[in-house]
């Protein structure tokens, strides 16, 4: 176990992530979300097992399913919650929404298009050498990004270079509907690390304190410029692939099993109470407070504007189209 501080921290960072992923839901109940919603729940231990290796210089892209990674880099959440209903106060101003928030105080992003996450982080990668700094480009994908050409295309370009690039892979087998073991070629995919001259490492991604001992080693190796790295994380998806995915590729009943035995704030729960840091009342007062802290910035959220719909042409790379 971590320091106890550490420790508790960690519990109440995937509180509050848990926490925002719920009140996306219920933004998405009261219509305040238009597109497609994917949220995380199941895979928070991930995301708090980052935050403590990253620095404010480092670079983090994410993927469609980014809220968590998002809050792991420091992205304010009212601003993101404001983003994701698309309102003008938003990190975006309400233009890119759920799958493309974009904020240059924290260097985090993220796109919808899966696997352009890679290429995107190899580029924050190749700046930080370039330009003789220290910081490390983290691009996050799941296992069904892992099999696209830009992943590959990444990890030959940071590999060949060196670059200082982590590639976070969120396996939770499932790319929508298809199950990760019938279509990989590797039985796992931090073995493919070798063929990009690249350090694999695997950890379980339900276990908050191996994802940040395993994110830490990551980054250490990346910023010690010893190369890039593949950090495999297991996980399960505890909900549809977006909110409204009929899931008939899985049943209710495996869907419940693997929340029983997997939910990452259950477990390490119970190995607080069991290592005597913090007993159940003292975890259910955290749950609530990240909990009533997500319902206020909900209001305030859903009380603000959405843009006008004469902006909807500002903010463009080209203003004028050529005559
Ligand atoms: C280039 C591209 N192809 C297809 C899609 C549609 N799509 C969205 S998410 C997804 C599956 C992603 O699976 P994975 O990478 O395992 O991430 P997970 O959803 O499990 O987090 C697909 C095929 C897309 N967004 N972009």
Known sequence: MPEPATALARYRRM??????????LEALRRKAIHGELHVGLGQEAIG??????????????????NHFHAL???????????EICEREAGLCRGRGGHMHPFDPETNFSA?????????VALGYAHAFRMRGE?????????????????????????????????????NNALAISVNFEDVSPTNTISERASAYAAKGLRVDGTDVDAVAEGFAEAMGHARAGKGPVILEA????F?????????????????????????????YGARLADAGLAEPALQEAIEAEEK???????????????????????YRFVEEAPA
């Open 72 to 82: 792991a880099k420091g992205v304010d959440r009212r601003a993101l919650l404001a």
């Open 234 to 237: 297991t996980c399960h998806r």
């Open 15 to 24: 509180a509050a992530m848990r926490a925002f992923d719920e009140a996306c």
């Open 292 to 314: 009533a802290a997500m319902k206020e910035i909900l209001q305030e959220v859903l009380a603000l504007p959405m843009p006008e719909a004469s902006g909807a042409l500002l």
């Open 134 to 170: 220290d910081a490390v480009a983290v691009g996050v994908t799941g296992d069904g990004g892992s099999h696209t050409g830009g992943f590959h295309e990444a990890m030959v370009m940071a590999g060949a270079a060196r670059l200082p690039m982590v590639v976070l892979v969120e």
């Open 239 to 267: 909900r549809g692939h977006f909110e409204g995915d009929p899931e008939g590729y899985r049943s209710r009943e495996e869907r419940q099993r693997l929340r029983e035995e997997f939910d990452p704030i259950a477990l």
């Open 48 to 65: 708090a097992g980052m935050a403590e290796a990253l620095r404010p210089e480092d670079a983090v892209v994410s993927t469609h399913r």
């Open 111 to 119: 796109t919808g298009i899966v696997g352009a996450s890679l290429p």
